[in-house]
């Protein structure tokens, strides 16, 4: 994973996506259940504490309620989050989210695409992304299908970058890299603060 580029370069690669591949019903409805946050819905932001490159957060809307350990340090225009809602704190989920130049007109998946991770050193886990666009949202979604998502967590507390690898069918797999200085005590505080309800 050599070829690092900058998110602003995503929007070429979202323009490339638009064609949507086949989705099977029943990964859509696992994507739903293990996403459970609108992503254009308005929340709260409270309880914001900063860790180096990261940080954790409380996200509220009525009785909704997610908490969120995010690098925003990486890019301008992109994010990688970890989230996980009060009631599920054992289902996280984990997100990139990439800034787009306009406001989306609609909600849907765009994209199902291969994808890997790793960090450091570590193997690569070979997954897929899905490509996800919010109505009244600026931004594309990527929600990664990940099987032992705990152990990628393990890592991310020890490691000190995350790269992620999507297919761009026959043009160059494109690249980003996260800093995880930091990730350790915001994922530490995003787990204690759901399992708590937010009272740590």
């Known amino acids: 994973m050599a070829h690092i580029i900058t998110a602003t370069l995503a929007l070429r690669f979202y323009a490339s996506m638009l064609a949507p591949m086949f989705v099977t019903a029943a990964m859509v ?4 259940v293990a996403t459970p946050m609108a992503s254009a819905a308005t929340f709260n932001t409270d309880d914001v504490a900063t860790h180096e490159h990261w940080q954790s957060m409380t996200l509220s809307l009525g ?3 997610h908490y969120r350990a995010i690098e925003t340090h990486s890019y301008s225009d992109a994010t990688l989050s970890l989230n996980a809602t009060a009631g599920v704190c054992d289902l996280p989920w984990l997100e990139m989210r990439v800034t787009l130049e306009q406001q989306q007109g609609e909600s849907r998946a765009v994209n199902l695409v291969p994808a890997r991770l790793r960090i450091d050193e570590q193997p690569v886990i ?3 992304a899905e490509f996800i ?9 990527a929600h990664f299908y990940l099987s032992d998502l705990a152990a990628l ?3 991310m507390r020890q490691g000190e970058q ?8 026959e043009r160059e797999p494109w690249y980003m890299t996260f800093s995880l200085q930091g990730a350790d005590a915001a994922i530490n505080r995003m787990l204690t603060q759901c399992e708590g309800g937010g009272t740590h």
């Open 133 to 141: 666009t919010e109505r009244g949202d600026d931004g594309f979604y």
């Open 29 to 32: 409805i696992s994507l739903m």
């Open 63 to 65: 009785g909704e309620r």
């Open 153 to 155: 967590m393990a890592d």
């Open 162 to 169: 995350l790269f992620l690898g999507f297919d761009q069918e």
């Open 126 to 128: 070979d997954t897929m």
